[in-house]
T-cell receptor, first 112, second 115 residues
């Protein structure tokens, strides 16, 4: 699976959009971009995933660049409860093992 | 949908005892489950892949005789930490491969403290 690079931490004001970047310059054509988050002392929570088209669900939007070398997770109206570590992972969809390998992620601190 | 539970949520035990942690997929069947460990201020580390009806596959550096995994049914995987020591104190998290194989759904985690 391709390596991803994320900023260590970010701040965001409550009510504003949080834009979390992720670089995955070595991503292969059949690798998806997955986003998870982990609120303190809880298990990770799936947010969204995509291949090359932008995706949106009730939690967030995922914008993937045309060359697929980077992506941005957008939380449209951040709340204090969105404070968490956000992980960007590039991996094959399904597959024999479906292993998720977590990097260090981005600690998003939503400020009141 | 796609809910994964873990039991217990936290456990304290004496050094040398064994501890069993259960991971259940509540509303779907999971042929594949995963076990992770997380130390304070660190990321999740994959320990092993648990496949229903077959032996688990352990990641490099994880002792299979110390961390026994049993995936006896399509909704239950167990992790037993044998002869636990203080250095085994950690946050243990399981996940289950989703019903469509599209992603993984995680349990809430089990915090283990070995005295």
């Amino acid at each position: 699976d391709a390596k991803t690079t994320q900023p260590t931490s970010m701040d965001c004001a409550e009510g504003r959009a949080a834009n979390l970047p992720c670089n995955h310059s070595t991503i292969s054509g059949n690798e998806y971009v997955y986003w998870y988050r982990q609120i303190h002392s809880q298990g990770p929570q799936y947010i969204i995933h995509g291949l090359k088209n932008n995706e949106t669900n009730e939690m967030a939007s995922l914008i993937i660049t045309e060359d697929r070398k980077s992506s941005t997770l957008i939380l449209p109206h951040a709340t204090l409860r969105d404070t968490a570590v956000y992980y960007c992972i590039a991996k094959n969809y399904g597959g024999a093992t479906n292993k998720l390998i977590f990097g260090t992620g981005t600690l998003l601190a939503v400020q009141p | 949908g796609a809910v994964v539970s873990q039991h217990p949520s936290w456990v304290i035990c004496k050094s040398g005892t064994s501890v069993k942690i259960e991971c259940r997929s509540l509303d779907f069947q999971a042929t594949t489950m995963f076990w992770y460990r997380q130390f304070p201020k660190q990321s999740l580390m994959l320990m092993a892949t648990s496949n229903e009806g077959s032996k688990a596959t352990y990641e490099q550096g994880v002792e299979k005789d110390k961390f026994l995994i049993n995936h006896a049914s399509l909704t239950l995987s167990t992790l037993t930490v044998t002869s636990a020591h203080p250095e085994d104190s950690s946050f243990y998290i399981c996940s289950a491969r989703g019903p469509l194989g599209e992603t993984q759904y995680f349990g809430p985690g089990t915090r283990l403290l070995v005295l």
